[in-house]
């Protein structure tokens, strides 16, 4: 079955550069998917690659995509405090009805 | 802010109420879902209706009901639920049931004693 795989663990100093990694099973994927989720919240759209992209930069945040690798990467230029959070990455399942998410990478940022 | 609304954010339950989540989007999307989430946990999939239709039940126990009444309401009910089942709920929807985007709600936290 579809699997999605992370590091569980980052910790940065402000202003820093944050990189989160995750490895993906299912090679039929026609977008991926990086949510945020902030203590006590819900899971917030934070960027998306279309699969046949190599990269997507979006203001602080560079998605890079290989897919000859199965390996996608988030990151996030000059780190602030307020970026402290979990990051879920998340494939579609193969009916591409439904994500399947990755178990998160917690990022912690010390002023 | 996110476009799509959970209530309760709290719910207290004994295992023997009966009680009900709801969830509401008015972004025109065609898909909406049940995530069931613990704590330090990715979100699992429990629900998928499309165009207000059932079309994926991920195996989950008869004590959790969806009902989708029209396409901008999910509601989910909840009978006779065991303290395991104490998690966040999250509510999610997309504008097509395949390959588009989620959006998510903040969650209903609930504690089953």
């Known amino acids: 079955g579809e699997d999605v795989e992370q590091s569980l663990f980052l910790s940065v100093r402000e202003g820093d550069s944050s990189v989160i990694n995750c490895t993906y099973t299912d090679s039929s994927s026609t977008y991926l998917y990086w949510y945020k989720q902030e203590p006590g919240a819900g899971l917030q759209l934070l960027t998306y690659?279309?699969?046949?992209?190599d990269m997507k930069q979006d203001q602080r945040l560079t998605v890079l995509l290989n897919k000859k690798d199965k390996h996608l990467s988030l990151r996030i230029a000059d780190t602030q405090t307020g970026d402290s959070a979990i990051y879920f990455c998340?494939?579609?399942?193969?009916?591409?009805?439904?994500?399947?998410f990755g178990k998160g990478t917690t990022l912690s940022v010390s002023s | 802010d996110t476009e799509v609304t959970q209530t309760p954010k709290h719910l207290v339950m004994g295992m023997t109420n009966k009680k009900s989540l709801k969830c509401e989007q008015h972004?025109?999307?065609?898909?909406m879902y049940w995530y069931k989430q613990k704590a330090k946990k990715p979100p699992e999939l429990m629900f998928v209706y499309s165009y207000e239709k059932l079309s994926i039940n991920e195996s989950v126990p008869s004590r959790f009901s969806p009902e989708c009444p029209n396409s901008s309401l999910l509601n989910l009910h909840l009978h006779a639920l065991q303290p395991e089942d104490s998690a966040l709920y999250l509510c999610?929807?997309?504008?097509?049931?395949?390959?588009?985007?989620?959006?998510f709600g903040n969650g209903t936290r609930l504690t089953v004693t």
């Open positions: 999610a929807s997309s504008q097509e049931p395949s390959n588009s985007p989620l959006h």
């Open positions: 972004m025109g999307h065609r898909a």
């Open positions: 690659i279309f699969s046949n992209m």
């Open positions: 998340a494939d579609p399942n193969q009916a591409g009805t439904a994500l399947i």
